[in-house]
């Protein structure tokens, strides 16, 4: 490289580098200008990615159904067609049949505690591009839709809305690393924060250190001032491994969802909710757990009743 | 680089930009996800000379900055993409011509977006933005590289025609 040449680059370099910290310097200032940017571009990309989505969803899962091209046969070929059709409409219905029984699940959660909510259908995914995780979803400020508002779905707790535009909102779901939601464990009451840690795993911490957390404690939403940005009492996760050492200031554990977030076609966005938390605990099945019942049979020597003692007959 | 080749640049980036927000976005890939916009801005500097790579690798992270899902600030991907592009313009000399040989030109825009990646992190966690836990940053890490590795090949004649295209008859 030429010396004139190796100094233009560099000033160049430097120019672009110090453009940047600017931007960077007036976003963290909070200057609008930048803020309004992304706003626009998610005006622009609304309609896009609306589009995108009602073609892909029922496509995306017609590739995998699909096989055996390349016969010969032309009657083979008519019937391939004749099968593709039908197909793609199958997996359409199967789309919307799936999309429905979320949307009436999640309905009947919040039914359950007299939130009013808005449902929306989620329309992207985000970025691989960085680190956090968000959903579009095709609802925004027309319907109603506010920023940091609680959004559910069937299982519960999904995350919280993050900016909206008129026809659209971008939630943060309760995976992402910054994602934090105040919360009670509905055996005991005490409260802790959960915090996401990009995972399918959730980290929680106890608030008061003299409290206990056992595996499989179930937790709720403790509610913020205004129902914004948590409503209380709705569903959050399951503790699966909890961390109670003496040595420690804060008890710790960890903890799975109930909602399945790399699953979700509905969710629902509480627009308001009563203003005490419901009367009982908006508890759904965990996913992954099946439940087994087993009857037990009448013994002769032991009682059913765990407070009876065993007796032996003479 | 010319202005008219700036304007191009910048349609290119932001069609990639509409495309990797709503189409590829919501391709679930089986570990993590795959950035096709990095992939071919990385692909792209590489294709340009000194100073085109640095212009192009601003112009690349000005278009990202405006994901209105990202929690970054504005201008943090110009920064590190800026940043990446310089360190292409300066040591493509020493490796030889990377878009002579496919496998190489795979290896590198596979290190360039990862060493992006890891850049955005570092320099996230330097302005306190939380990001997530090491397992987590190590699979989407390492599901980026290994989908840029796949899908490079993919797209790279018809990138490199592309390019080629867009070159003024004194840039050629």
Redesign the interface.
């Known amino acids: 490289m030429a010396r004139g040449g190796g100094n233009r680059s560099r000033l160049l370099l430097v120019i672009l580098l110090v453009t940047a910290l600017f931007f960077i310097t007036l976003d963290l200032r909070g200057v609008s200008l930048t803020k309004g940017s992304r706003s626009v571009t998610q005006t622009i990309l609304s309609p896009v990615q609306r589009t995108v989505s009602t073609i892909f969803s029922p496509v995306g899962r017609f590739f995998g159904d699909v096989k055996n091209f390349g016969k010969t046969n032309a009657e083979l070929t008519q019937a391939l067609a004749a099968n593709k059709l039908l197909k793609s409409k199958l997996a359409a219905n199967s789309d919307s049949k799936g999309q429905l029984a979320q949307l009436k699940a999640v309905l009947d959660l919040a039914g359950r505690g007299n939130y009013k909510v808005a449902a929306a259908r989620v329309i992207a995914r985000g970025s691989a591009s960085s680190f956090s995780q968000t959903i579009t979803i095709d609802a925004g400020s027309s319907s109603g839709i506010r920023s940091n508002m609680t959004v559910i779905s069937q299982n519960g707790l999904v995350g919280v809305v993050k900016s909206t535009t008129s026809s659209t909102a971008i939630v943060m779901l309760m995976s992402d690393p910054s994602f934090k939601v105040g919360v009670r464990i509905a055996r005991s009451q005490s409260v802790g924060v959960l915090s996401g840690l990009g995972s399918t795993e959730y980290s929680l911490v106890l608030l008061d250190p003299s409290g206990t957390i056992k595996t499989g404690d179930i937790l709720l939403t403790n509610g913020s001032e205004g129902n914004r940005p948590f409503v209380p009492g709705v569903p959050v996760g399951v503790v699966v491994g909890a961390d109670n050492s003496a040595a420690s200031l804060t008890q710790t554990a960890t903890v799975n969802s109930y909602a399945n977030l790399n699953d979700l076609g509905v969710v629902s966005v509480v627009l308001s909710a009563p203003t005490t938390a419901p009367s009982r605990p908006l508890l759904p099945t965990p996913n992954p757990t099946v439940t087994v019942y087993v009857t037990p049979t009448p013994s002769p020597v032991l009682s059913p009743t765990p407070s009876a003692s065993p007796t032996k007959k003479k | 680089m010319s202005p008219v080749r700036i304007i191009y640049t910048l349609g290119f980036f932001f069609i990639l930009f509409?495309v990797?927000?709503?189409?590829?976005?919501?391709?679930?890939f089986p570990i993590?996800?795959?950035?096709l916009?990095?992939a071919l801005a990385i692909s792209l500097i590489a294709f340009e000379d000194?100073?085109g790579a640095?212009?192009t690798g601003?112009l690349a992270?000005i278009v990202?900055?405006?994901?209105?899902?990202?929690?970054?600030?504005?201008?943090?991907?110009?920064?590190i993409l800026?940043?990446v592009a310089?360190l292409f313009?300066v040591n493509r000399?020493s490796i030889a011509d990377v878009t002579s040989s496919p496998i190489t030109f795979v290896i590198v825009v596979a290190g360039g977006v990862t060493l992006a990646l890891i850049a955005?992190?570092c320099f996230?966690a330097l302005?306190g933005?939380?990001?997530?836990?090491l397992?987590?940053?190590a699979?989407?890490l390492g599901g980026?590289l290994l989908w840029t590795v796949i899908f490079t090949p993919m797209f790279l004649p018809a990138l490199r025609k592309a390019h080629e295209y867009s070159l003024t008859a004194r840039e050629r």
């Open positions: 509409v990797q927000e709503s189409a590829v976005s919501l391709v679930h993590s996800g795959f950035s916009y990095l000194h100073n640095i212009v601003f992270g990202l900055d405006l994901s209105p899902t990202s929690n970054a600030p504005f201008g943090q991907w110009a920064l800026t940043s310089f313009a000399d955005y992190l996230g302005l933005e939380e990001n997530g836990s397992g987590h940053d699979t989407v980026n």
